[in-house]
Nanobody, 126 residues
């Protein structure tokens, strides 16, 4: 059974930092590209950051460039999202997702992923 589990979400003040982790079981993480997504109340889920299976390429949504960093440790089956200078508009439920990129022609921010975590709440207070 494949599981993706997010951790590290909490309430933080504006300007603060958090690191989210996405741990996996039942799948070899190094076989998959990983995306981080977030969803605020009343909005659609949006792609925040993506990383290729070898970690060589990372991509970011424009509003988080320079503030968020996605990385991975395939030996530990874990992907990280370091978030700095957090803003209230970063508030939402954050999801990690994994996909075999050979199966999809869609860009990394699409919702076409093989596996999804349950999500974790991040709240940034002003």
């Amino acid at each position: 059974q494949v599981r993706l589990v997010e951790s590290g979400g909490e309430l933080v003040q504006s300007g603060g930092s958090l690191t989210l982790s996405c741990s996996t079981s039942g799948v070899t993480l190094g076989h998959y590209d990983i995306g981080w997504f977030r969803q605020a109340p009343g909005t659609e889920r949006e792609g925040v950051a993506g990383i290729t299976k070898d970690g060589a390429t990372t991509r970011y949504e424009d509003s988080v460039k320079g503030r968020f960093t996605i990385s991975r440790d395939n030996a530990k089956n874990t992907v990280f999202l370091q978030m700095n200078n957090l803003k209230p508009e970063d508030t939402g439920v954050y999801f990690c997702a994994a996909r075999d990129e050979t199966l999809y022609a869609s860009p990394w921010w699409s919702h076409e992923y093989d596996y999804w975590g349950q999500g974790i709440q991040v709240t940034v207070s002003s």
